[in-house]
């Protein structure tokens, strides 16, 4: 075995590093997360990958995409927590953090035991999906991505329930013009509480928002931010787990803040002013981290990221960076932001959303989605991309050009 990236914790890099040098093993990479070591395998070859089982040095992308490029992958696991992470991502068998030289390099010799990638099955409660819009503080375009990915979604043909989690400034509801006097998920969390939230209860507090390709349902949030307390836990758990089992996709717009600094209070069973995020969040199949394209907000982005993938499994978040813009990075701007955004906070996959203020306004003056207020918009496009990439099981249906053209005829 002869050629090894290494994404190890400093302590064990320590010890490790020189043992292997002096055994003749090139170290051909020594990336300090699991994004740059993925960034890495894709640009040179090696034989095997050693890594610490934690989320930051190891996700189950790193696993799956070091299987497929044919390399043996050994995990060190230093307690029980790293070898439960370690079985998440698809390695069953890790070595213990302070393995000895000659068990490692037996280990390497005989190949590894090769990851199993099969995904695990998707969480109980039902058939639908759940995914998660999240962003920092600083308005990054959560609600609208939110907003844009149901839509899609449902034009992708898939019954779709938008749900309104952010406790700070819920905006959905306004944003599509609807109304929340009696907001939709509060509703649904009184039901939760009292064990009578059934599809038919869904259907009857929902709303229905209905774009010229495709209608949703809309559970609203909270018309002020002092009704928080309604909103705990294990309710927006139970509200979600509900969900799956009435329809196909459920998009969750979140607030940004993830704290848990309330724990230190005396009453272990006070509700948590972001208890529905962090709830919608560890529910989540898929969770969208949304940053904006300027200095302020990577920065922002880079620093909440790392609370973000302490919170939820690596592998499960899909990063989208809006408001791209040279007049705010300067020339070159999708490269600069992927550099920054590799080098900063570990992150290689990235989808990108070009700046379109007048697509924007357009949605929100006349209270419609941003697929449907500009169809054609380069922001429309990269959001129905992601979509289909991500999260869309059925092709997405087109804007008809047939509008366009009795629009273009002569008066």
Not at 28 to 40: D, K, Q, W
Not at 111 to 121: C, H, K, L, S
Not at 162 to 189: K, W
Not at 205 to 217: D, K, L, V
Request: with cysteine.
């Amino acid at each position: 075995m002869s050629e090894v990236v290494l994404s190890l914790a400093p302590a064990v890099e320590d010890r490790l590093l020189p043992r292997l040098l002096d055994e003749g093993c090139a170290v051909v990479g020594r990336p300090a997360s699991a994004g740059e070591a993925m960034a890495l395998l894709d640009r040179i070859g090696a034989d095997a990958l050693i890594a610490t089982a934690s989320p930051r040095h190891c996700d189950a992308r790193l696993v799956e995409r070091a299987a497929a490029l044919g390399l043996a992958v050994v995990l060190l696991a230093s307690d029980d927590a790293e070898r439960a992470y370690a079985a998440s991502v698809g390695v069953a068998d890790p070595l213990a953090a302070d393995v000895l030289l000659p068990e490692l390099l037996a280990r390497l010799e005989r190949g590894a035991e090769r990851p199993v990638t099969e995904r695990a099955a998707p969480r109980a409660g039902g058939r639908g999906r759940v995914t998660a819009v999240w962003g920092p503080a600083g308005a990054p375009g959560r609600t609208t991505t939110a907003i844009a990915l149901a839509a899609e979604l449902a034009a992708s043909g898939s019954v779709v329930a938008l749900v309104d989690a952010d406790t700070v400034g819920a905006a959905v509801a306004p944003a599509l013009g609807l109304f929340d006097e009696a907001p939709g998920l509060a509703a649904a969390c009184r039901l939760a509480a009292a064990g009578a939230l059934t599809p038919a209860e869904l259907d009857r507090i929902a709303q229905q928002h209905r774009g010229s390709r495709a209608a949703f349902s809309v559970l609203t949030g909270i018309g002020r931010p002092s009704r928080w307390p309604e909103l705990s836990n294990d309710r927006v758990t139970k509200v979600l787990g509900a969900c799956r089992g009435w329809v196909d996709h459920i998009v969750v717009d979140t607030g940004f803040n993830l704290e848990t600094d309330e724990e230190i209070v005396s009453d272990l069973f006070a509700p948590r002013r972001n208890a529905a995020t962090i709830a919608a969040l560890r529910a989540a199949d898929i969770v969208v981290a949304v940053g904006a394209a300027d200095p302020v907000g990577l920065a922002r982005f880079v620093r909440a990221y790392g609370d973000l993938i302490e919170l939820v499994d690596p592998s499960v978040v899909r990063v989208v960076i809006g408001k791209v813009r040279a007049s705010a990075v300067g020339i070159g701007a999708a490269a600069q932001i992927r550099a920054s955004l590799l080098r900063f906070g570990g992150i290689a996959d990235v989808t990108l959303v070009p700046s379109d203020p007048s697509a924007c306004d357009a949605a929100l003056l006349t209270a419609r989605t941003l697929p449907d207020a500009a169809p054609r918009s380069a922001a429309t496009a990269a959001l129905r991309r992601f979509t289909l990439d991500h999260l869309a099981e059925r092709p997405i249906l087109q804007p008809r050009r047939l509008l366009r053209l009795r629009s273009a005829q002569p008066a």
